[in-house]
C-alpha cells in the first residue's frame, strides 16, 4: 500500500474515532431492550447519549397509556421539581424542556438491572408541555 493511501486511510479512521462516527454510548438501545422485554415498545423520534457520557435520553410523542404502563411497570414515584436528582439529571443532559410531570427512580433501582450486567443509576420519565416524552438514564459505575 503507498503511503499516501495508507496516511489517508489513518486520518480517516482518527476523524472517525474523534466523532464517535455517529454513534452513541449504547443507552438508547440498552432502554428500548430493557422496555421491550416487559412488553413496552417505544419508537424514539430522536435520542441523545453522547459516547463521551455514562448518560443520555430519548425523546417519544406522548402517548398517556405508554406513560402509565412505563410507570406501572417499573413503579416509578412521582418526582417533585425541587429533586435534586432530578435538578442534575436535568442540567447535565442540557435538555431544554419544560415539564408538566415527571416520575422516576434513582439510586440504582433493581427494577434497572440489565441483562448484560449493567444497571441504570436512575430512570426518569418527563411529560413535556409540547406533546412529548423525554425517558432519561444513567449507566451505573461498576
Known amino acids: 500500500m503507498n503511503r499516501s493511501l495508507l496516511f489517508a486511510a489513518s486520518m480517516l479512521l482518527v476523524g472517525c474515532l474523534l466523532s464517535g462516527c455517529g454513534r452513541d454510548n449504547g443507552l438508547s438501545q440498552d432502554l428500548a431492550g430493557h422496555l421491550a422485554a416487559r412488553g413496552i415498545s417505544i419508537t424514539p423520534s430522536r435520542t441523545h447519549a453522547p459516547l463521551s457520557q455514562r448518560s443520555g435520553y430519548v425523546v417519544l410523542r406522548h402517548d398517556a397509556q405508554l406513560a402509565a404502563r412505563m410507570v406501572t411497570a417499573f413503579n416509578l414515584q412521582p418526582v417533585g421539581a425541587n429533586d435534586a436528582a432530578w435538578s442534575r439529571t436535568i442540567d447535565l443532559s442540557g435538555a431544554k424542556v419544560a415539564v ?29 408541555t409540547d406533546g412529548e416524552m423525554y425517558v432519561f438514564a444513567e449507566y451505573a459505575y461498576g
Open 100 to 128: 408538566k410531570e415527571v416520575w422516576g427512580l434513582a439510586g440504582r433501582p433493581l427494577q434497572f438491572k440489565l441483562k448484560t450486567g449493567g444497571q441504570f443509576e436512575y430512570v426518569y420519565l418527563a411529560v413535556t
